[in-house]
């Protein structure tokens, strides 16, 4: 079997496991569904990214890719770090004095960051956020989860396989090496927390 490097060569190894030639036109969804699962379910220092907008009211629409939110700052000189309230102690902010102003607060709602005060002038707010896994395609052909836990893809897309070949055994067994390769992968980047170089992050501008 050759090594998984990108999207053809998981889809190859994918059917050679199964001792298949005809799915590679099934073998992209069960990619998508693990993409889907681990983007839920990591929050891994690679996933981390960060999006500048102009906030001119009291809510905005958080980044389409975004998972979890980590932090939000003000882009004054120097800096300003806001900082993370629920959203009921937003509403008990609100009650007490609808004040407008430079935000110092945000909430996440849903849909929707709310920031408290109201700003009473455009500001320029970044936005550090855990994103999505980057979908592998036949354009797309790689992303850091292939390059550095191409096990991860194999065993949750062969984990996938289970139901379409109505074979339980597969289920069964492929999900157990999924879950191992998943804990692998919280512990690396608890490990690498703590050691080496944080990944650098690139900046997009939303809104």
Not at 134 to 160: F, R
Not at 201 to 206: C, G, N
């Amino acid at each position: 079997m050759a090594k998984i490097t990108d999207y053809q060569s998981l889809i190859d190894n994918v059917q050679d496991y199964l001792n298949r030639d005809d799915l590679a036109s099934v073998v992209p969804t069960w990619m998508g569904i693990v993409e889907t699962e681990l983007s839920r379910r990591l929050r891994d220092r690679r996933m981390i990214t960060r999006a500048t907008a102009t906030l001119n009211g009291q809510y905005i629409k958080p980044p389409s890719s975004m998972v979890a939110l980590r932090n939000i700052q003000l882009n004054t000189d120097p800096p300003t770090a806001l900082t993370q309230i629920t959203p009921d102690v937003m509403d008990e902010k609100r009650a007490s004095s609808n004040a407008f102003g430079r935000p110092a607060f945000y909430a996440h709602l849903g849909q929707q960051i709310e920031f408290y005060p109201t700003p009473d002038t455009d500001q320029t707010i970044e936005i550090a956020y855990f994103r999505t896994i980057p979908s592998l395609t036949s354009v797309n052909t790689t992303n850091w989860l292939i390059e550095y836990h191409p096990d991860a893809y194999l065993y949750g897309s062969l984990k996938q396989a289970g139901p379409y070949l109505g074979d339980q055994n597969v289920t069964t067994t492929f999900n157990t090496y999924f879950e191992q390769a998943i804990q692998q992968i919280i512990q690396h980047d608890i490990d690498a927390r703590f050691s080496g170089r944080t990944p650098q992050t690139s900046i997009t501008r939303i809104g």
